[in-house]
């Protein structure tokens, strides 16, 4: 529920992610800066070179930058005090060895800061209730369901998007969307647990390819369950 945002790499070049992820955003009632160190405008505002050239500290910063360049982002919002950092970009642990030792600087960007991670590699996060929008794909590419009160918690892009697109089309109301991606610093323990607790989910669905802690997962469950349904397809 961030009252401001900040997207690294905004741009006003349609097919780019950060084009598609600040149009999203502008529906919303949240205050929307673009980082882009070529500068320009953004839908009639200036777009930022540098992250202290902006005029607040940003709740939520969406990183759609190549994954080479994501490690500096997420060290400046860390030290900039942004307590929230997804982070679009592929090319991280899934890819073999360069991409594990990225990830591992992403990790230690963050450590011992109050910045939590989601992602990367993430299609992004949708709550339709307050037109929070960070999925780097347009609306024409992928159909965004209206409000409702069923959580989607999917570790994996490609596998839920059909899901969303079924959604919107037959009417099926959504609470929340969050792409776990690869799971670095924020997994579906911690999800799970507020969604739990959020009066505004009565079912929560999950899409998972392994557990972060399944001890901790089904102990959740447990207690989740006697008032919210939760599915999971494993």
């Known amino acids: 529920n961030p009252s401001s945002v900040v997207v690294f790499g905004a741009s006003e ?4 992610a950060g084009n598609t992820v600040a149009k999203n955003l502008l529906g919303s009632r949240m205050r929307v800066y673009g980082i882009n160190p070529k500068g320009g405008p953004l839908f009639g505002s200036p777009i930022y070179r540098h992250l202290k050239e902006l005029p607040e500290v940003p709740d939520l910063a969406v990183i759609t930058l190549p994954a080479g360049l994501t490690p500096e982002a997420v060290r400046a919002c860390a030290g900039r005090g942004i307590e929230a950092v997804i982070v679009i970009a592929g090319g991280f642990g899934e890819v073999g060895e360069e991409g594990r030792k990225l990830e591992m600087k992403l990790k230690e960007a963050i450590a011992g800061t109050n910045t939590r991670l989601l992602g990367p590699n993430t299609l992004g996060v949708l709550v339709p209730r307050l037109r929070l929008d960070t999925i780097f794909l347009p609306p024409t590419h992928l159909k965004r369901p209206g409000p409702g009160n069923i959580a989607v918690i999917s570790q994996s892009g490609s596998g839920v998007m059909g899901a969303l697109d079924i959604g919107a089309f ?20 911690e999800l799970l647990e507020y969604f739990a607790e959020d009066p505004h989910i009565a079912a929560i669905g999950l899409y998972l390819e392994s557990f972060a802690d399944a001890e901790k997962f089904f102990n959740i469950c447990r207690k989740a369950t006697p008032h919210k349904p939760i599915v999971l397809v494993k």
């Open 13 to 16: 070049q349609e097919g780019k």
């Open 170 to 189: 037959y009417g099926v109301g959504l609470g929340a969307f969050v792409g776990l991606g690869n799971r670095l610093d924020i997994d579906e323990n």
